[in-house]
């Protein structure tokens, strides 16, 4: 898991770099298009108008706007705001909103409103975007002019970690430790989903902003799936069958415990395991080793459910294709796997980690990454499958190590003196 402000400054940092360049049309035109602009015949003024939209010259611009704006034929001007659409700069923009408005011909104010439309995506950088949801949730998508989904994301959000804060009491959650009330690991959970809720959104924003350029200048489409389609992932038959699953999280599995092992024997003997306790503290209540685990399996379930999502929409779906397209496939997915190791390391800061743990455990966390990112390449850079491999290795290591150490889970609760006197 990681927490928000690891991301601060990947995401702002893509935000800062300059938009991919969008390239105008290779064909040039004919040297007397500008003379042609000004010939009697309207046909001929049309022509010179569509071949100006390849020219890249100041001049056309100048030229475009004069036809746009003071040209007497109508077929003209709608050829003109044709043109300035087809140049695909965001900055023409407004030449097309004023013919929009005010043109007397209301074919030609048709035709400057279809040309908006189609160029106004054009200046809505999809870097942006992802920073301003980084910033409030919801907000890129408000950004690209989707306000219904950017201010149910904001409030969803809120909510969550809202909720979640108030349930948790001021208390930090511990997932290798015991809490004093059943509210705290259920505000965790919250929180958590708040936090990944937010992470999606920063995605979300980002790939709003590329559908509408149609993913024009970048070198492959970005992923369409919905967040109730990537939610379901885990659970989804054809997902399942994937060999990155059924075989991937095994062996991923094999490598976060081996390597935990080599490095620290002593916490796998530590404490008694499940099968040496007698009953399982879950919430407060005491169960049987079997319905406990059951129990705490389910928790841990509806835990990772938005990790898997929100980490994966995240590094995958937006960090990973933007270093994809600055490095290379490869060299992209070493890059991004790397800011994914890195970013964990606020799980090493708090207050009763060993800092030192991190040398082992952020390699590793990289290491795994860089498997989910190859089977978001080979996906055809598609989020589902490192969905189900996050949600399924994360839940499982957690049932490991509960099967190893009971005592010490999140959702042990242990009451003391002054939480019984507030029951009772």
Known sequence: MV???????????????????????????????????????????????????????????EVLRILTERDGDPNVRIAATTAIADRRDPALDPMLEHAAANDA???????????????????????????????????GQIYV????????????????????TALAGGH??????????????????????????????????????????HDEGYGFAISRESLPSLAAAPFTPSVLASPWVWAG??????????????????????NPSIVDVKDVNVFGSRMSPAAGFAAGGGYFASLFASVGVGEESLFRGLIQ??????????GGLAVASAIFGACHFVNFATPGADPKQALVALPTIAMLGSTMGLAYIHSGHQLRTGVAMHFWYDTLLSLASFALDPTHQPFVVQMSSTTLKELF
């Open 249 to 270: 999280v095994p062996a991923m599995l094999a490598a976060g415990l081996g390597i935990t092992y080599l490095s620290d024997r002593h916490a796998f003997t530590a």
């Open 105 to 139: 011909d209301p074919t030609v104010r048709g035709a400057a409103l279809t040309a908006h439309a189609r160029l106004w995506p054009m200046g809505k950088d999809p870097r942006v975007a992802a920073g301003l949801s980084l910033v409030c949730p919801g907000c």
């Open 145 to 164: 002019h989707e306000r219904a989904a950017g201010v149910a994301e904001l409030v969803a959000t809120a909510a969550l970690l809202g909720g979640g």
């Open 3 to 61: 927490k928000p402000v690891a991301i601060v400054a990947v995401v702002a940092g893509l935000a800062a770099c300059a938009s991919h360049p969008v390239p105008l049309a290779p064909v040039r035109p004919g040297p007397d298009s500008y003379q042609h602009a000004g010939d009697q015949d309207p046909a001929v003024r049309a022509h010179a108008a569509a071949e100006l939209a390849d020219d890249p010259r100041p001049h056309a611009v």
């Open 172 to 213: 930090a959650p511990n997932l290798d430790g015991t809490s004093s009330s059943a509210n705290v690991p259920i505000g965790a959970a919250f929180a958590l989903a708040g936090q990944n809720l937010w992470f999606y959104s920063i995605f979300d924003a980002y790939r709003s902003a590329r559908v509408l350029r």
């Open 321 to 330: 294709t933007e270093m994809e397209e600055r490095f290379g496939t490869y």
